[in-house]
């Protein structure tokens, strides 16, 4: 992403060169005197609109923020562990920008005779909340020096709605997943999987409290969203919101834990010994397995991005399953089949509203994914070594065998196969 403001006091940066970066959605660059330019769709040489900065109605603080005196004079309310003034120049770099939600950017200080960077995350709406869920986390044990950490939250700038937290070094999970040296996916799967454990054990009850109505009430919606877009999407949907009400119906008592939320191999960084932890908008109240299906489910989608196939990193899926439940103290439970087939069908949702290239299929895939996890069919596993058919033996009810061929799963299952198939 490309989107660098000056601070006005500093001439250095009067005739820096900006280069365009591929994706669209990331155009966003700015020209000191010019205000921004944001690129049309028409080709890589059509000359880009001028903006003085980004807006979006949505977040009414977003052009504010990216005005680079305003942002300065609220930074200089605050007591930064760095020696920085109003005099010393500020680069913005838009990181993620979701519409009517929330922007995420790199905020880089000019700190002596170098930089000095942070995060800063501007909402629509107020979300002090955050800040204060990553102080109590923190103090649970989850410091940024720690083994397993978060980063460090510096202010929240309730006028301009901007979260600013120390941005925190290492290398995120997925890429060693992805493109793994000798076992490097191993170790990433594990020390996930210890994260995750610990943080449900010791972190402070905070957020929104998960509901299993409340779930099926989402899921019904986004089945009839795609139901809609009609063609094989209805049925396949149908297929699957049927599936998940009848596992939901199996699931018993659900004792919830603190959860993330969005817990996925790019929201965790490995650095040296420590293991952080970022991303902290979605935290709640949750089932426990609720975090560990997503996990699951986004290295499924990234090995589909990636190499073609949801089981090209069956290896760390399986891994980072069987060494949760384990660090957990904890039986794997029908639980975790429903919450990975419940997510199979939020993702295929997502894919629907996004339309990017090749939506349809993804989405498609994961529809059938959803029905899978719900059956006992069988799915082929590559290992280190080999490749080898695991059969899944069903645990739910009856109830919609006519729709799912015998319903829900143990995911579980298909970590501890791997595990033995693998050696590790």
Known sequence: ???????????????????????????????????????????????????EYPTDPGIPTLAA???????????????????????????????????????????????????????????????????????????????????????????????????????????????????????????????????????QALAPRLGPVYTLDGHLSSLKQWCQSLSDHGGPFAKKASLLFEGLKEAAAGLGRIELCPGHGTYTPGQVLLDGGRTITIDWDTYEMADPCRDVARFVVEIKRNALKHFGSLHACARAAGIFVKTYFAAAHAAITPNLAFHEAAICLERAKHDRDKQVQGWQQKAEIMLDEGVRILSGESIESATATDTTQVVLVPRFGNGVAAAVNKTAFILGLVAEALLDLSGA
Request: hydrophobic content about 40%; aromatic content about 10%; charged content about 25%.
């Open 1 to 51: 992403m490309s989107m660098f403001v000056d601070s006005p006091t500093d001439p250095v940066f009067k005739h820096a060169v900006n280069r365009l970066v591929p994706s669209f959605h990331e155009r966003i660059e700015a020209f000191p005197g010019e205000g921004l330019r944001v690129p049309e769709h028409s080709g890589e040489n059509a000359m880009p609109k001028c903006m």
């Open 65 to 199: 923020v990216c005005d680079p005196a305003e942002l300065a004079k609220h930074l200089s309310l605050l007591s930064l562990p760095w020696p920085w003034d109003t005099s010393q120049a500020i680069r913005l770099r838009v990181l993620k920008w979701h519409r009517a939600s929330r922007c995420t950017f790199e905020i880089a200080l000019r700190v002596g005779s170098g930089w000095q960077e942070l995060i800063g995350k501007v909402y629509a709406e107020d979300r002090s909340d955050i800040y204060q869920a990553m102080e109590e986390i923190r103090r649970a044990g989850f410091g940024s020096d720690a083994e397993f950490a978060l980063p460090r939250p510096l202010a929240y700038l309730a006028p301009l709605r901007l979260l600013l937290y120390e941005k925190a070094p290492g290398t995120r999970a997925r890429e060693l997943i992805l493109n793994p040296r000798d076992s490097e996916d191993i170790l990433a799967a594990e020390r996930c999987a210890h994260w995750l454990a610990r943080f």
